[in-house]
């Protein structure tokens, strides 16, 4: 099978030849899988590790010219280096000083999606047909906590509750359609669409659920029934500990679930499959926090063994790291992940 029919059997609830594994990774931490594999390019070494890697597609900016580190929003970032490493971290908030949605009328300018050129979209996808195809999503919390503040954001749940309807509205406007400007260009060959937001902290929801049903769950229902119009399937990232609000997911519509930290409470693989795994594609599983930095090469490949036989069972199963590789990971982990599922994962 190609790694596109791989993906397509288990999202389809037929079995592929294997299970098909994906690939989360920061920059610093590819480059040293790159330089371990003797491969030039990030394509190469997950093509020769096997791996059934999404091909993503976004549009090019064209709008405004933005200054240095800084985004459409008006964002701006700094490079935090963090000793293995470096994050971009939002360190300019432009929203912070406002307190009325009026006050934010007046003074600041939302992006358009004119922004965007989406002519190169079909262009992107030639050359990877063999591979499932990711492209438009939503993540509008995300950026709502960097235009506030993050503790401000939160706030706003409480205090401000009128902003975070109108500004989770825009927000969730430009990605809707952002969306469907990225579908008419290339029809039908979209698979997953990423309908994301960080709801699960690491020991429980960092907001309530009547929050996520209020705030996020109407917008994400629009953007959900839009992927599946498309012929799509909805790709759910929500971080940590978030098993709490996942049947709401499922109700709206979500066809997978990542990235599977079973580490956090309420997230063991046994009840995540038993709970959910009838009714949504599972996505992720190989622990980034414990056993893929700090584990043997005996250790990755037993946790490859145990998510394939739990997660695994009957199907529906995506084997990746939970969330991205970081960059004090061996590559030699990395490897023996891959080359055990590889191993392990014929059905």
Not at 11 to 27: A, K, S
Not at 268 to 288: C, S, Y
Not at 311 to 319: D, F
């Amino acid at each position: 099978m190609t790694s596109l029919e791989r993906w397509l059997a288990v999202l389809e609830r037929r079995r592929p030849d294997r299970v098909p594994m994906d690939y989360w990774g920061t920059e610093e931490a590819t480059r040293r899988l790159m330089r371990h594999l003797g491969c030039r390019t990030r394509r190469q070494a997950l093509r020769k590790l096997g791996v059934d890697y999404e091909v993503r597609v976004k549009p090019r900016y064209v709008g405004p010219r933005l200054p240095r580190m800084t985004d459409e929003f008006g964002r701006r970032f700094r490079k935090v280096d963090y000793g293995t490493g470096a994050y971009r971290e939002c360190v300019h908030f432009p929203l912070a000083g406002f307190r009325s949605v009026a006050e934010i009328e007046r003074n600041y300018t939302w992006p358009s999606p004119d922004w965007w050129d989406y002519s190169d979209i079909a262009a992107q996808v030639r050359g990877h047909e063999d591979y499932p195809i990711r492209g438009g999503g939503s993540e509008p919390f995300l950026i709502y906590k960097e235009l506030r503040g993050q503790e401000q954001a939160f706030v706003d749940l409480i205090e401000n509750p009128e902003m975070v309807h109108y500004g989770l509205d825009k927000l969730f406007g430009l990605a809707y359609e952002n969306t469907v400007r990225i579908f008419d260009r290339i029809p039908g060959k979209v698979t997953i669409c990423y309908i994301a937001e960080d709801m699960g902290g690491q020991t429980d929801l960092m907001i309530s659920v009547r929050h996520i049903r209020e705030f996020l769950l109407p917008g994400m229902k629009r953007m959900i029934d839009l992927v599946h119009s498309a012929g799509a399937y909805v790709f759910h990232h929500n971080d940590g500990s978030c098993w709490r609000i996942v049947p709401d997911m499922i109700e709206l519509g979500i066809d997978i679930l990542n990235p599977l930290q079973w580490r956090c409470p309420g997230m063991e693989r046994e009840r995540l499959k038993a709970e959910f795994g009838p009714k949504i594609v599972l996505h992720g599983g190989m622990d980034n926090q414990h056993t893929l930095p700090f584990g043997t090469v005996e250790d990755v490949r037993r946790e490859v063994e145990d998510n394939l036989r739990i997660l695994g069972a009957g199907g529906g199963y995506i084997l990746a790291p939970c969330h991205n590789v970081q960059a004090n990971t061996p590559a030699e982990n990395v490897v023996a992940m891959y080359e055990a599922a590889r191993e392990m994962g014929r059905t």
